[in-house]
């Protein structure tokens, strides 16, 4: 098993930036791509970014393609989003995801197989 804890999350104005973190312990070893979702409230939970085992490849949802920054240290089992520009529409609970199987950065849901407890990030207008 695999453990996602992130953290990071808050309220910011628009315009603002924040940084998420998400630490992974347990069968790391385990760990190939990694991704963050998020979901707002009355909404399915979408894809944001994506993170490939090395981290040399990565892939945006158009929506934050250009604002958001995914990156990750594999000595540290780290994965981070780095968010700049932000909108009130970026409103939502992030989560972060690991996959068990998947080596490539890819933007569905059924592809993780760990998951975190989600970090509260809100923008205000």
């Known amino acids: 098993q695999v453990q996602l804890v992130e953290s990071g999350g808050g309220l910011v104005q628009a315009g603002g930036s924040l940084r998420l973190s998400c630490a992974a312990s347990g069968r790391t070893f385990s760990m190939n791509a990694m991704g963050w979702f998020r979901q707002a409230p009355g909404t399915e939970r979408e894809f944001v970014a994506a993170?490939?085992?090395?981290?040399?490849?990565?892939y945006y949802a158009d929506s934050v393609k250009g604002r958001f920054t995914i990156s990750r240290d594999n000595a540290k089992n780290m994965v981070y989003l780095q968010m700049n520009s932000l909108k009130p529409e970026d409103t939502a609970v992030y989560y972060c995801?690991?996959?068990?199987?998947?080596?490539?950065?890819?933007?569905?849901?059924?592809?993780?197989?760990?998951w975190g407890q989600g970090t509260q990030v809100t923008v205000s207008s």
């Open positions: 995801a690991a996959s068990g199987a998947v080596i490539a950065p890819v933007p569905y849901l059924r592809q993780y197989d760990y």
């Open positions: 993170i490939s085992r090395s981290g040399g490849s990565t």
